[in-house]
């Protein structure tokens, strides 16, 4: 049985969303009730599998569903993405064997809310390295240190970290990866005033000794770029998550958009906008791009099920070393893709549409967080410049 986006995200339900998206960016709020329904519905439980108490959802599912409910509450879809990243990460490792993870399940299914603190100001490097100190303290650790853009910030219940440890050999420096909750030793910071995506509330979070117990540290790794079947799995469910709410709020602008062709008129020409070729040609490219954005995430998604699972045959890639080329490439591709998609519907319905009453205005400015993501676009060609050209300095 698959899970299918139309059944978990009813029309109805979806009209609902939107109606208060429009609230929630104009008040800076987070959408409580959003997570409610959304919880009601077993979204928490959605990248659990059947046999742990989830929906048994693969990553390729999760995408879909994630693109319907960003076309509905962009904000609200990417406040969840980072839940989803989370189990999305556990579940891939979980395929592959590794026990840790199964605590993330089973809090998932037991409806606990997962948040994401990687971030943090200036670490280019993100998963592969952190400026947040990792003390051991028994067989646990304690993390200081200060994370940003920590969406679900005001709600969530488990907060899953990494820091580089205190006192590893210089030789041989490691990080790890833990979960953390909510205590006296983690503050959340009100400083959520942003351009778009503002319900997701991605606070600032201080670490000043936080907990990851024994039982609670999920893995340890070289500081550096490895394949860590947790350390992928985030990097691959958060770069192709992301790549599907941007595109999500990006077909939604394109459904609007066309909706206005349809009954705007050109005075001049004496005929609807849906008859006009310029307006007609803008609209059909944002559609194009979008339709190449879906079909190269779903195919990297595919696979990388595959991947978990152990498929192979006709249609399945094993992508070796090139998995982190292809997920942030899919990423930038998407994210460019959504942007610009956007910016031909806007010029295709006039002026009204730079006015806050409108739903275009609103997506405009929430597809744009999307260039502040990880990978960024600096990142993403170095990445692929070193693939083909090696090392700057390197011999030649």
């Known amino acids: 049985m698959s899970v299918i986006a139309e059944e978990l995200l009813p029309d109805s339900l979806l009209e609902t969303f939107r109606e208060r998206a429009v609230v929630h960016d104009r008040e800076n709020t987070f959408p409580d009730q959003d997570l ?7 979204y928490l439980r959605l990248l659990v599998p059947r046999e742990l108490g989830g929906l048994g959802g693969s990553l390729l599912e999760a995408a879909r569903v994630q693109r319907r409910l960003a076309g509905a509450a962009p904000a609200t879809a990417l406040s969840m993405n980072m839940h989803l990243v989370v189990t999305g990460a556990a579940l891939h490792a979980h395929r592959l064997g590794a026990e840790p993870v199964r605590s993330i399940l089973e809090d998932a299914a037991a409806e606990k809310l997962f948040a994401f603190g990687i971030s943090e100001a200036g670490n280019d490097a993100m998963l592969f390295d952190s400026a947040t100190r990792a003390v051991p303290d028994g067989d646990g650790f304690r993390l200081t240190g200060t994370k940003i853009f920590t969406s679900l910030a005001p709600v969530w219940d488990r907060l899953v970290v990494h820091g580089r440890v205190a006192v590893a050999r210089e030789d041989d420096p490691r990080l790890v990866f833990g979960v953390i909750e909510r205590d006296e030793h983690v503050e959340t910071l009100d ?12 606070r600032t979070t201080r670490l000043d000794g936080a ?13 550096g770029p490895n394949t860590d079947p947790f350390v992928m799995g985030i990097f691959g469910a958060f ?11 990006a077909q939604r602008a394109v459904e609007v958009g066309s909706s206005i062709a349809t009954t705007r008129r050109n005075a001049t020409k004496g005929i609807v906008h849906a008859d006009d070729p310029d307006i007609r040609w803008r609209l059909a490219d944002a559609a194009i791009r979008l339709d190449g954005a879906v079909l190269q995430a779903e195919k990297v998604l595919a696979d990388l099920d595959a991947l978990g ?3 192979s045959g006709p249609g399945t890639s094993d ?7 292809h997920f942030s490439g899919v990423k930038s591709r998407a994210t460019e893709a959504a942007i610009a998609a956007v910016d031909q519907v806007l010029r295709a319905s006039g002026g009204a549409q730079y006015f806050r ?25 170095a990445a692929y410049a070193k693939a083909l050209l090696g090392e700057i300095g390197s011999p030649r």
């Open 36 to 42: 409610a329904d959304l919880r009601e519905r077993g």
């Open 191 to 202: 400083d959520w005033d942003t351009h778009g995506m503002r319900p997701s509330q991605s």
């Open 211 to 223: 907990a990851v117990t024994e039982e609670r540290v999920l893995t340890t790794t070289p500081v």
């Open 239 to 249: 770069e192709l998550l992301i790549a599907s709410v941007y595109t999500g709020v």
């Open 309 to 311: 699972t152990g498929e």
């Open 319 to 325: 992508h070796g070393p090139r998995w982190f080329l």
């Open 357 to 381: 009453r409108s739903e275009l205005e609103r997506l405009s400015r929430d597809v744009r967080a999307g260039l502040y993501h990880p990978s960024d676009e600096e990142s993403v060609h």
